[in-house]
């Protein structure tokens, strides 16, 4: 059955409406930034950009590294923009346009994001980088595609805290690819990602407003583990992306350069130069990659 146009919209142009893409500007990896601003440090190490598209906060540059197609595009802060992404982005691959009909042979790409964290570990400090196998959602957005939606072991939740309880309770589970975060995640810390839907009280930060996330509860975090993996850092898109990746079936990895810890109540004093370090590690494995 079609899809009504409702349902994926195009602007004039043929293309997908919120990232004015089309299908033949998709490339076989995608690295996903939240900040705006970013997708220029990314693309300025590329050998070529070819096309520039900006719709709202979502910016795409798409060009050439070597001999490899490459796109970097911006998603802005959040779940529900990993939503309007990944979505779109499959749509462009695997719906046909003109007919509205799913296709019958699908194409699957790469997502690797390359995000900005806080650290609630003291062994991870400031400016050091981070992959995550695996990263735990405590926002809303897996309830509303219930077929793909992956919870934790309730014999792990029923062992926790109370605080940690509550926090966890209706959270669900988003996994890398493990060949992607073994390759673009060597020789960085890996743990999990928790992926939260604000980012004062959400992430137990207290501004007029006190969270309910204490500072015991970010030490008990600390403690914690889940398939062998401590908790390791907070952001807010990882867990979204890991799970809509593989429910389309895609790939995806995120890596993070650690730009606060929470713990020692640090931030980086270059913040500029530790993404831009992260970028061009990730860059010089894609470039490398056979």
């Known amino acids: 059955m079609a899809i009504a146009p409702s349902e994926l919209i195009l602007n004039s142009k043929g293309h997908v409406y919120h990232l004015d893409l089309h299908p033949d500007m998709i490339t076989p990896v995608c690295i ?4 705006p601003d970013r997708v220029s440090m990314v693309s300025r190490y ?13 910016i795409t540059h798409i060009g050439r590294l070597g001999t490899r197609n490459l796109m970097v595009i911006s998603t802005g802060i959040g779940t529900d923009n990993i939503d309007i992404v990944l979505n779109e982005i499959d749509a462009l691959l695997n719906i046909d ?3 509205y009909l799913p296709k019958k042979h699908t194409t699957s790409i790469r997502f690797i994001r ?7 570990h003291h062994g991870i400090p400031v400016d050091s980088r981070v992959v995550n196998p695996l990263a735990f959602g405590i926002d809303s957005l897996m309830k509303f595609y219930p077929g793909n939606k992956i919870s934790p072991d309730a014999g792990w939740l029923s062992g926790l805290e109370p605080d940690a309880k509550e926090l966890f309770t209706d ?13 673009v995640g060597a020789g960085m810390h890996r743990g999990i990602a928790i992926s939260c839907p604000g980012f004062y ?5 207290n501004l007029r407003l006190q969270s309910n996330i204490s500072v015991q509860l970010l030490d008990q975090l600390a403690t914690l583990s889940y398939e062998n ?19 389309l079936g895609h790939e995806a ?5 650690i730009l606060a810890n929470r713990v020692n109540g640090q931030f980086s004093k270059d913040p500029e130069k530790s993404v831009d370090g992260l970028i061009r590690e990730v860059l010089e494995k894609i470039d490398k990659q056979e």
């Open 253 to 257: 990895v995120s890596v993070n350069t």
């Open 32 to 35: 996903t930034v939240g900040d």
């Open 46 to 58: 590329f050998d070529q950009i070819e096309v520039i598209r900006t719709h709202r906060e979502f």
């Open 114 to 120: 390359i995000g900005t964290s806080g650290s609630f």
């Open 171 to 183: 959270a669900y589970l988003g996994w890398a690819n493990e060949d992607l975060e073994k390759w």
């Open 229 to 247: 993996f401590p908790f390791t850092n907070f952001e807010m898109e990882t867990a979204g992306l890991y799970s809509l990746s593989k429910a």
């Open 97 to 99: 346009l003109e007919t």
């Open 201 to 205: 009280g959400p992430q137990g930060r």
